[in-house]
């Protein structure tokens, strides 16, 4: 048996969409999509990245970064261009402060509205956090405030980041190649109507669209074991 020994591949923008106007029959043999087509569908194609975005993030999605603290800021604003310069994150999933190479002290997630009634004045190890996304940037709180003790380790936060968009023609996508169906029929989905596609026809690639967002949906699930205690109430 002869393999190509080749286990990656890559489409780029204007191949998906050249692919989902193929499902509509949008193209004949041959044809490529127009300029007004590409510039039409890669907005359709964008629109769809940021919805996806609200399905769940699977784990290739997960981002690590490490931060230095500063000794009586407790805000951090993260995102382009702010103080914590990265792509801003959707959710957080982990933090923990490191103080030396030793260990980690994990920060717990607390909600806004209790994250609002703890003491103020109070500085030392973090210890809690609370995470509020804005648009296009976020705000990290912890607390108490890191002191000058803790300010001289690090933050390391685990999250899920925004997709990137597609820019230009030769951009591939920021999905794992087992997406390229769900980005195909699920945009030609979105291009059906535009496209004059029957009613009929527009159920059928629904189906098609739905089956392998499933597919690929599943394969980013992380597999781990699940513990379930009793809450003792403290």
Known sequence: MTTSGVTTSEMDRDSIIAAAMRKLAALAKGQTPDAEDL????????????EFMTLGMPLWAKVTHTVPMVA???DYNIGIGQT???AFPLRIVQAYVSLDANGKIPLRETSAYDFNILPNGSSGTPTQYNYQPKINYGVF????????TSAAGSLTIWYFAPFETFEASGDTPYFPREWNNALIYNLA?????EWGVPLNDRGYLEKQADKHLSIALDA????????????RGF
């Open 72 to 74: 009586g800021t407790s």
């Open 220 to 231: 980013g699930s992380e597999q781990a074991s699940l513990f379930v205690s009793p809450d």
């Open 141 to 148: 709180k912890t607390w108490p405030t890191p002191d000058a």
């Open 39 to 50: 510039t039409n569908s890669s907005e359709a194609l964008n629109n769809l990245v940021a």
């Open 84 to 86: 914590i310069n990265t």
């Open 189 to 193: 989905l979105l291009l059906a109507p």
